[in-house]
């Protein structure tokens, strides 16, 4: 069963806790990124990678971290340097090929700050 | 960097009736611009998408017009059905660069 699986859908996190979000796509995409929504703020780009061993920030990056060891797989860790990671975070993979196109995003994991 | 700007934050319109979103973009290279629809609940789902060798596209009730001199592009979603309430966003793209900003989204209630 081809697409981007998100894990954990729900995860609470004390003060002062690093946490990681998994994510891990079998459509062989070379570009994955991870999108925290906000209400009334859309999506925005914490971390993309174009390739496997290669990252770029996006916009809201600090307090964040990502790995991309594998095509497959591209986990982000929020820590405790991030003010207000209380959100909801979406993964999502596409393009190959030197050309944007679709994203696939997975159901997304939810974090809550206690 | 690029920023993508999307309006009205929210829109209702009568069932039977049109609805259009617009977005403008910052960054005159960006060249690949969708459209997502989420519906309450569910992940982000490609609808259409334009690139900038062509100034409209459609897909049945669906279409996006581009404008690349003023760095605009809008939705138009014609003969509205209440399954098409949901939140729209725009996004933009530099081709190589694999980048996608997504505008704050519209989120567009469909009344029977």
């Known amino acids: 069963d081809g697409g981007i699986t998100q894990s954990p859908k729900y995860l609470f996190r004390k003060e002062g806790q690093n946490v990681t979000l998994s994510c891990e796509q079998n459509l062989n995409h070379d570009a994955m990124y991870w999108y925290r929504q906000d209400p009334g703020q859309g999506l925005r780009l914490i971390y993309y990678s174009q390739i496997v061993n290669d990252f770029q920030k996006g916009d809201i990056a600090e307090g964040y971290s990502v790995s991309r060891e594998k095509k497959e797989s591209f986990p982000l860790t929020v820590t405790s340097a991030q003010k207000n990671p209380t959100a909801f975070y979406l993964c999502a993979s596409g393009a190959s090929g030197g050309a944007a196109g679709e994203l696939f995003f997975g159901e997304g994991s939810r974090l809550t700050v206690l | ?112």
Do not use: M
């Open chain 2, 1 to 112: 960097g690029e920023n993508v700007e999307q309006h009205p934050s929210t829109l209702s319109v009568q069932e039977g009736d049109s609805a259009v979103i617009k977005c403008t973009y910052s960054d005159s290279a960006s060249n690949y611009f969708p459209w997502y629809k989420q519906e309450l609940g569910k992940r982000p789902q490609l609808i259409i998408d334009i690139r900038s060798n062509v100034g409209e596209k459609k897909d049945q009730r669906i279409a996006v017009t581009l404008n690349k001199t003023a760095k605009h592009f809008s939705l138009h979603i014609t003969e509205t059905q209440p399954e098409d309430s949901a939140v729209y966003f725009c996004a933009a793209s530099i081709d190589s660069s694999y980048k996608l900003i997504f505008g704050s989204g519209t989120r567009l209630l469909v009344r029977p």
